[in-house]
């Protein structure tokens, strides 16, 4: 059983930057693809970023060059750099984890990019 915790959502204006921590609890923290999903209100869940057991990474086209993920594999943590913060980019912002037919998510944390 894994256990995931997201916290750094905020208030943030456009433009600004906000670091997002997912914090896992288990064992076997490397096996697991990790990524970030967000979902808006009324909206589908989507893909925001992920990274591999391997560090490879992926990020939406809508993200690419703002964000970055990364994985701290010691602390069980993955994290979610956002720059240059959108009102479009606002959302509960969710942390996943995956291997084989497991499939974990966190509670969420939300985002929101205003003036």
């Known amino acids: 059983q894994v256990q995931l915790v997201e916290s750094g959502g905020g208030l943030v204006q456009p433009g600004g930057s906000l670091r997002l921590s997912c914090a896992a609890s288990?064992?076997?923290?490397?096996?697991?693809?990790m990524g970030w999903y967000r979902q808006a209100p009324g909206k589908q869940r989507e893909l925001v970023a992920d990274i591999t057991s391997g560090g490879n990474t992926n990020y939406a086209d809508s993200v690419k060059g703002r964000f970055t993920i990364s994985r701290d594999n010691a602390k069980k943590t993955v994290y979610l750099q956002m720059n240059s913060l959108k009102p479009e980019d606002t959302a509960v912002y969710y942390c996943?984890?995956?291997?084989?037919?497991?499939?974990?998510w966190g509670q969420g944390t939300q985002v929101t990019v205003s003036s």
């Open positions: 996943n984890a995956r291997w084989t037919a497991f499939d974990y």
């Open positions: 288990g064992s076997f923290f490397s096996r697991y693809a």
